[in-house]
């Protein structure tokens, strides 16, 4: 059946109401003012509203008019239940936007034969303006309804101080697709498309179709990072679906997000939003740059590099002025050509002596279309070929070899073993433990075009030397653990300085690490860190350290703030 909100103030009026609402199978909400109304409203849409004008708190008319100011609320029929039953009061309540006006005292069975036409016909006014709003193949929001609900959730924007963000999937070629598969096997597509897009909004957000574009509206993304992490969700989701259906119809998206700047207009947004998926996605959100004062955009500018995906030309402490040729190659570094002569001339070495070439370099993989290729015994001439000044790698990548014990590589139930003992002891002694997450981005692409084992022994290698060079013997009771993708350093006692320090080590090291191969591997990497929450599980713990590269840090340690909400001095 039905929600029904009945605001009325009256006990005895409300009991009644109630007893006849529930035998007729409705649930009933109550509410005794206007601002438990305007309370419950922002937790709950309810099909109906039966109002009393006469309330402690405000008068009828004026609830009725701020309910009807709400996008949420506006279309949910109102039944004015009063003993105001004066012409002049009619009028005001229809006015106001009354969908009905009933005067006390009533009969039950008037009362809840109106209630079921309201009902009716609203079910029919809503079926009826969903087809109207509603793209047909998607069931996503069509063009027009875009525009007007954008138009709202500017105002929407504007008067909650959020920014309105808008993610862009784009199928250029889905007017290609149609003239070789025909509308009824892209329509079915498309159909998927729109349910795995529907079926993926969270809280404050909304699909919308333009033809040859998904639009994603969200008002609960308040940071550029944010909705590039929000973005990456959406690419794998619309990915996983289109890959399904690849042999009926081959569509290739393009992703792009922006956001609402006033005072721009319907059009330009639009026009914006188009265009996003083929240029610089933004930096910073509108909010997020003017909200900061001076001293925080110093922090944002450190945090930034501690918990936003470190890019892999990065180079500590080396200030480095690039240019881009015409073409949009970077022009090549000679710190980083020597090191990777270094590094090659190294594995030739090594190969000199007798290694085994199959497990030494990284092939590619075998060609899917035929039986695998043999790999070929690498050529001893230089592995850097120079023609005129342009400067091109040769070489496989080489399996680095170190001296040292590498890093287990375990799965995350196993690293969940080992913290949960961590925090058991913590629980025990009442301490801190920080969990700093080196995260390395790209990884599997590379595994899907490279040896995959000659990868993993690859970032065996970097994570070990990485943990190394990171410093974590500075801090008593450091533990490292490597599941191929993440590098998980557990700080018992630690304080917020040192998980940042860690953080910032981890992440300089792996770019370090990471520079010499970049032109071959375009994997990138960033660090973060979480603190353990009290009673918080280790395997939830690891899901939020994951997360760290993408959000920043906290500034005060769960165990600091406890003492102080209960006045314990520091220690």
């Not at 699909?207 to 994603?216: N, R, S, Y």
């Not at 395997?539 to 703030?561: H, M, N, Q």
């Amino acid at each position: 059946m039905a929600d029904i909100l009945v605001v009325e103030d009256d006990e005895s009026v409300r009991t009644l109401l109630e007893t006849n609402l529930l035998i007729k199978g409705h649930n009933v909400l109550r509410a005794q003012s206007g601002s438990e109304c305007l309370s419950i409203l922002e937790k709950q849409v309810p099909n109906l509203i039966v109002l009393d004008l006469m309330l402690p708190d405000a008068d009828g008319i004026e609830l009725l008019e701020m309910i009807r100011e709400r996008p949420d609320s506006e279309r949910i029929p109102v039944l004015i239940l009063t003993a105001k039953g004066d012409e002049r009061d009619r009028v005001r309540g229809f006015a106001a936007g009354a969908d009905d006006y009933l005067v006390k005292p009533f009969f039950s069975t008037e009362l809840l034969l109106r209630i079921d036409r309201l009902l009716s016909n609203a079910a029919t006014g809503s079926s009826f303006r969903q087809l109207a709003l509603t793209d047909r193949v998607t069931g996503l929001g069509n063009r027009s309804y875009f525009e007007t609900r954008v138009e709202q959730l500017k105002d929407q924007s504007d008067r909650e101080d959020v920014d309105l963000t808008l993610m862009i999937v784009d199928l250029p070629a889905l007017p290609e697709q149609v003239r070789k598969s025909g509308w009824k096997t892209t329509d079915m597509v498309l159909a998927k498309l729109g349910s795995a897009i529907k079926s993926a909004l969270l809280d404050r957000e909304e699909a919308f179709w333009l033809g040859t574009q998904a639009v994603v509206t969200s008002l609960q993304i308040d940071t550029a990072a944010a909705a590039r992490c929000r973005l990456d969700e959406l690419k794998k989701i619309v990915k996983d679906c289109l890959d399904t259906h690849r042999r009926q119809v081959s569509l290739i998206p393009y992703f792009g997000f922006c956001f609402y700047e006033p005072p721009e207009t319907i059009p330009d947004l639009l026009d914006k939003a188009i265009r996003s998926p083929y240029g610089a996605l933004p930096r910073v959100a509108p909010r997020e740059s003017v909200k900061k004062s001076p001293e925080d955009a110093v922090e944002a500018a450190f945090g930034g590099k501690l918990t936003g995906l470190a890019p892999v030309d990065y180079v500590p402490e080396v200030s480095t002025r690039r240019s881009h040729r015409s073409t949009g190659e970077h022009k090549i570094d000679k710190r980083l050509a020597l090191s990777q002569i270094s590094q090659i001339a190294a594995s030739l070495e090594a190969v000199s002596q007798g290694e085994d070439e199959d497990s030494d370099t990284i092939q590619p993989r075998p060609d899917q279309a035929g039986s695998p290729k043999t790999p070929s015994r690498p050529r001893q001439s230089s592995p850097l070929q120079t023609s005129g000044s342009k400067t091109t790698t040769t070489q496989p990548i080489p399996i680095t070899q170190s001296a040292t014990t590498r890093l287990p590589r375990l799965d995350e139930s196993q690293v969940a073993a080992a913290l949960q003992e961590v925090l058991d002891e913590a629980t025990r002694d009442v301490h801190d433990v920080a969990v700093c997450c080196l995260a390395f981005e790209g990884v599997e692409e590379v595994k899907g075009r490279l040896d995959p084992q000659a990868v993993e022994s690859l970032f065996d290698t970097i994570a070990t030397e990485v943990a190394t060079e990171a410093g974590l013997d500075r801090y008593e009771s450091a533990q490292a653990f490597w599941t191929g993708t993440h590098l998980f350093v557990t700080l018992a006692a630690a304080k917020v300085p040192d998980a940042r320090e860690v953080a910032k080590s981890l992440s300089e090291a792996a770019a370090t690490k990471l520079a010499p191969h970049r032109l071959n591997l375009k994997v990138s990497a960033g660090a973060g860190y979480v603190f353990f929450e009290f009673e918080e599980a280790a395997s939830d713990l690891l899901e939020r350290a994951k997360g760290s590269p993408y959000k920043g840090g906290v500034l005060i340690t769960p165990l600091e703030a406890r003492n102080r909400s209960v006045g314990t001095p520091e220690s």
